[in-house]
């Protein structure tokens, strides 16, 4: 089945330290997203990268850092830098930039 | 930027009552799409309609790009339509979808 497969599920860290969510598509989508979803609110762009080797900044990006070596693979970084990384981290994709997005089921940071 | 809203923010509904949502948007868009979030946080395609009508069983959803919004119909709810309903939209010459910030369905049995 193709689809968007982000983990660990859930994940807890101590603050200071650096923390990579994975997210992977076997939909052969071109693009892919970092959203970030707060308590009752709804989604923030992260980082974006719409070919291999290319990403960009979204609204939200201090504090994170992202890498695009494989067009299957887009890992979040969560650096110490995030002053309120607590957050649910959903990753999606789209077959090409700005064509409708497909999102994984989510990784629940909790930083404490 | 663009601005979305959606309309009510809250709505609790009995089993088998309809409903519709709202979603305003504040400039011209070339894509829009709804999407259900259960309770798991799971984001759910519900629509890719930019303009128009569609319908997918006891869903359906209008977007009148004209006047800036878009309506989506929920009929004979269930307790599994239960959850967050966004819209997203992205703007004409805009760069990344936008999303508003949710209506919270609750149905009860």
């Known amino acids: 089945d193709g689809g968007i497969t982000q983990s660990p599920k859930y994940l807890f860290r101590k603050e200071g330290q650096n923390v990579t969510l994975s997210c992977e598509q076997n939909?052969?989508?071109?693009?892919m997203y970092w959203y970030r979803q707060d308590p009752g609110q709804g989604l923030r762009l992260i980082y974006y990268s719409q070919i291999v080797n290319d990403f960009q900044k979204g609204d939200i990006a201090e504090g994170y850092s992202v890498s695009r070596e494989k067009k299957e693979s887009f890992p979040l970084t969560v650096t110490s830098a995030q002053k309120n990384p607590t957050a649910f981290y959903l990753c999606?994709?789209?077959?090409?930039?700005?064509?409708?997005?497909?999102f994984g089921n989510g990784t629940r940071l909790t930083v404490t | 930027g663009i601005q979305v809203e959606q309309s009510p923010p809250d709505l609790i509904l009995q089993e088998g009552a309809n409903s519709t949502l709202r979603c305003n948007f504040s400039?011209?868009?070339?894509?829009l799409q709804w999407f259900h979030q259960n309770p798991w946080g799971q984001l759910i395609n519900l629509f890719y309609?930019?303009?128009g009508t569609k319908q997918n069983g006891r869903l359906s959803a209008t977007t009148v790009a004209t006047e800036r919004y878009s309506l989506l119909y929920i009929s004979s709810s269930q307790t599994t339509d239960s959850g967050v309903y966004f819209c997203?939209?992205?703007?004409?010459?805009?760069?990344?979808?936008?999303f508003g910030p949710g209506t919270r369905l609750s149905v009860l049995p």
């Open positions: 400039d011209s868009v070339n894509n």
């Open positions: 309609i930019p303009s």
């Open positions: 999606a994709s789209s077959i090409v930039y700005q064509s409708p997005l497909h």
């Open positions: 939909l052969n989508h071109d693009a």
């Open positions: 997203a939209v992205k703007a004409l010459g805009g760069q990344n979808f936008v």
